[in-house]
């Protein structure tokens, strides 16, 4: 596709249930990242993905969630028994490679506001 | 961990030049990149240093000191439409993988 996408753009969700976020990247880029974003801070590491790999899950906050990337291409955040204190902007960005050329950086999806009452 | 650090809020006058500084510490430094992100909006690439000195990109520029730590984002000609936050971040590299790590965000304020 022609940029990052995300959906869905908001979700609103009660304090209990599951939501599953979904992120597809850049056609052919190889990094997958995922963020969470409070308003007026930077975007905070989640996870990371190589093409299917999950390298890196050390942002996690806890074992309600997870992420997983099947075939290398779309990536799904899941939050299980959400909480209040999981409501913010859930961000994906997208990198041509992972590995250390100078050139390449992140391209960041529209994100998802989720809402948990 | 990584450290990074940049101003929460600065306010400058349309037409004139602003510095936004960025310090930070890192343990396999592979670049700092700066974001431009509008209220609402995702993230925008601005710029990116892997050596020292001054990249120069039209009215920003950024410069980079690996031994300091240190980084700034330089706009001139400032326009009602640079009122955004801008986001500092610094590439990690670890085992062959890149990681990045954003700092807090600098909110501009341009005023007429």
């Known amino acids: 596709g022609a940029g990052v996408s995300q959906s869905p753009r908001y979700k609103v969700t009660k304090r209990g249930q599951d939501v599953a976020l979904r992120c597809d990247p850049i056609?052919?880029?190889?990094?997958l990242y995922w963020y969470r974003q409070a308003l007026g801070q930077g975007p905070e590491f989640l996870t990371y993905?190589?093409?299917?790999?999950?390298?890196?899950k050390s942002g996690l906050p806890n074992d309600r969630f997870s992420a997983e990337r099947p075939e290398g291409s779309i990536s799904t955040l899941t939050i299980q028994r959400t909480e209040q204190r999981d409501s913010a902007m859930y961000r994906c960005?997208?990198?041509?490679?992972?590995?250390?050329?100078?050139?390449?950086?992140?391209?960041f999806g529209p994100g998802t506001r989720l809402t948990v009452l | 961990g990584q450290n990074i650090d940049q101003p929460t809020e600065m306010t400058a006058t349309e037409g004139a030049i602003v510095q936004i500084n960025c310090t930070y510490q890192t343990s396999g430094f592979n670049g700092l990149f700066w974001y431009q992100q509008h209220a609402g909006e995702a993230p925008t690439f601005l710029s990116y240093?892997?050596?020292?000195g001054l990249e120069e990109k039209g009215r920003f520029s950024s410069f980079l000191s690996r031994s300091k730590g240190y980084s700034y984002l330089l706009l001139k000609e400032l326009q009602m439409k640079d009122s955004a936050s801008y986001l500092c971040?610094?590439?990690?590299?670890?085992?062959?993988?890149?990681?990045?790590?954003f700092g807090s965000g600098t909110k501009l304020n341009v005023k007429p």
């Open positions: 971040a610094v590439r990690d590299r670890d085992d062959n993988f890149n990681k990045f790590y």
């Open positions: 993905f190589n093409y299917e790999a999950q390298q890196d």
């Open positions: 960005a997208s990198s041509l490679t992972s590995g250390g050329l100078s050139t390449d950086t992140q391209y």
């Open positions: 240093n892997v050596l020292d």
């Open positions: 056609s052919g880029h190889v990094s």
